[in-house]
């Protein structure tokens, strides 16, 4: 690496993020990316791992392809980028064929620095028709733990990221380098991603699992609840209480606000708007502690959260240390406490038998959407289906979590996508694109045709492929009442210039392959998956029972050398409680 390129690195950095300089670990790993090496990192949360793949093709004018599992992290990135003025773009199957062939158009063209894809659309013919064309200067696995079947969050399609390799290529025709990212892994996990992804002597950066300003902590008790509450009372500052459930963590947040503790819920089964609103009132210090199911955190910020509690098991350790881990981030003492009650087992048990759903119920489920939505064996829907979870049980008579899981299960497969639903009320496609629309409306009243007008100058270009879009703001831009611009549209959809699908209520999806008679079904990788989710419960259940110190038993999980006693757990201090 030449000095001049660590320069442009370093100065996209402070251009576009404001930041001096990179943190200790970063520089070298963004030295080795502009070398052409490849790299695995393994940072936690809050470390700037993404900056790592992000900060080189900023600095190039090149282009990097993300590859992330999660299509709302995919926005979120995008986003995040977009409002630092950087030109990034997000692939998923929720997008029509044409929109993605525009996106590669335009990467072809440089106008993207990063675009974002989940890993099943590496293995689609359109990327395989456009990936030849691209100048590629990086190519960064997102959570690149899910490559590894001990991974907490495995998706068989990340396994395929290293057979498409010889196809990412710079305009010199030499394979472009990759970057793995990851927040928590272990050995093993290390050891297959180094495998899978075929890294060539890569450099390898972990850091940062050692938190010596945490204290660790368990208390066998028979109710959590008043443990957490005890915690607060005798911990000042903000804090965090995870409960497995949602109904838990509103009863977790009530009896905290009794005991004079200002707490609020958080959970996905809360509109939007207010989890935004509890979120905000606790990063700006009105509300001291979030009661919350494992919704709460992702990208979240607060570096003064003193104690965080969890009144229930997690399944895995990794899942376990990511959320403890939001304590002290600011480096001052804090505390990461678990509060177990009589049965804390049967919980997460029962969530790993309802995790992995037989291939009676995937096919069940499958059918079922199919069924509802119209869709006949061979035919591939071009809108997204709306999915009513409560329909698919009177059809299945399965459980609604158990059909949730289903659902996820067969996008995982790449059967179908979810489509975000958090950008907005309804979904909205130009069926024969700008022009079409604008001939459909020459056959209207003058009344139809100037609504007609206003709406598409208030479109965006690409809703012309489908888009997600907000009513009120919408009717508000346009002057008119939201139920008269429902009206206006309704009636533009049955005359075929819109395509409108209500995202509001239900689940999202978008078919990526026509309806199959048998849903593809792995048994053998399902029946594996549920051993591993046990195996990775018992790991937990062996931290709660540890007689050694904790701080110890988490490091040696995650493969750092630790001590072995840090004086300041329950097992050091001689507080713990033997089972």
């Not at 030449?2 to 943190?23: H, I, M, N």
């Not at 003064?304 to 881990?325: C, F, K, N, W």
Request: with cysteine; proline share 6%; charged share 20%.
């Amino acid at each position: 690496m030449s000095q001049p390129q660590f320069d442009d690195a370093l100065g996209a950095l402070r251009t576009y993020w404001g930041y001096s300089d990179f943190r200790e670990g970063q520089r070298d790993a963004v030295s080795a990316v502009i070398s052409g090496r490849d790299v695995l990192t393994v940072l936690p949360t809050g470390g700037g791992k993404s900056l790592i793949y992000q900060v080189p093709p900023v600095a190039s004018q090149g282009l990097a392809l993300v590859v992330s599992p999660l299509v709302a992290l995919m926005h979120d990135q995008v986003d995040a980028l977009s409002r630092r003025g950087i030109r990034a773009a997000a692939l998923h199957g929720s997008l029509s064929r044409a929109a993605q062939d525009q996106l590669w158009t335009d990467a072809e063209h440089g106008l993207y620095r990063l675009v974002y894809l989940t890993p099943e659309r590496l293995q689609t013919d359109l990327f395989e028709a456009r990936v030849g064309r691209l100048n590629i200067d990086l190519l960064a696995v997102d959570e690149a733990h899910c490559i590894s079947e001990w991974g907490h969050d495995f998706r068989p399609a990340y396994r395929q990221i290293g057979d498409i390799r010889a196809l990412v290529t710079s305009a010199s025709g030499a394979m472009a380098p990759v970057v793995a990212v990851t927040a928590t892994a272990t050995p093993e996990v290390r050891r297959d991603i180094l495998e899978h992804l075929g890294l060539q002597d890569p450099f390898v950066l972990v850091k940062g699992f050692d938190r010596p300003n945490l204290t660790w902590s368990v208390h066998r008790v028979q109710d959590p609840i008043r443990q957490a509450i005890d915690v607060f009372h005798g911990v000042p500052g903000p804090g965090l209480v995870y409960a497995g459930t949602r109904r838990a963590s509103e009863r977790v947040a009530a009896r905290l606000a009794l005991e004079g503790i200002r707490a609020e819920p958080y959970h996905a089964g809360l509109d939007p708007d207010v989890r935004a609103g509890v979120q905000t009132r606790w990063l700006d210090g009105e509300t001291r502690v979030i009661a919350a199911t494992s919704a709460f955190g992702m990208g979240i910020d607060k570096p003064d959260v003193r104690a965080v509690v969890h009144t229930a098991l997690h399944p895995t350790l990794e899942s376990y240390y990511q959320e403890a881990g939001r304590a002290g981030r600011d480096g001052d003492g804090s505390y990461a406490v678990l509060a177990v009650g009589p049965d804390a087992e049967t919980l997460p048990r029962d969530l790993v038998e309802r995790g992995h759903p037989t291939p009676a119920n995937l096919q069940a489920v499958y059918d079922a959407v199919a069924s509802l939505s119209q869709v006949a064996i061979g035919s591939l829907p071009e809108d997204p289906c709306m999915v009513d979870a409560r329909l698919v049980q009177s059809v299945t008579d399965l459980p609604t979590g158990l059909i949730g899981t289903a659902i996820d299960r067969l996008a995982a497969t790449g059967v179908w996508s979810l489509v975000p639903t958090r950008s907005g009320d309804i979904h909205v496609r130009l069926p024969s694109g700008r022009d079409g629309y604008r001939r459909a409306l020459e056959a209207e009243a003058p009344a139809v045709q100037a609504f007609g007008d206003a709406l598409l100058r208030r479109l965006h270009p690409e809703t012309e492929f489908g888009l997600g879009l907000r009513l009120d703001p919408l009717a508000e831009a346009l002057g008119l009442p939201s139920e008269r611009l429902r009206a206006g549209m309704d009636y533009l959809t049955s005359r075929g210039a819109l395509a409108v699908v209500d995202i509001r209520d239900g689940i999202a999806l978008q078919w990526n392959q026509p309806r199959l008679a048998r849903a593809p079904i792995d048994q053998q990788a399902l029946d594996a998956s549920r051993r591993r989710a046990h195996a990775k419960l018992d790991t937990v259940v062996g931290y709660v029972q540890a007689i050694g110190c904790r701080r110890q038993y988490l490091l040696a999980y995650f493969g750092e050398p630790a001590p072995a006693r840090c004086g300041r757990c329950d097992v050091c201090l001689g507080r713990h409680q033997l089972a």
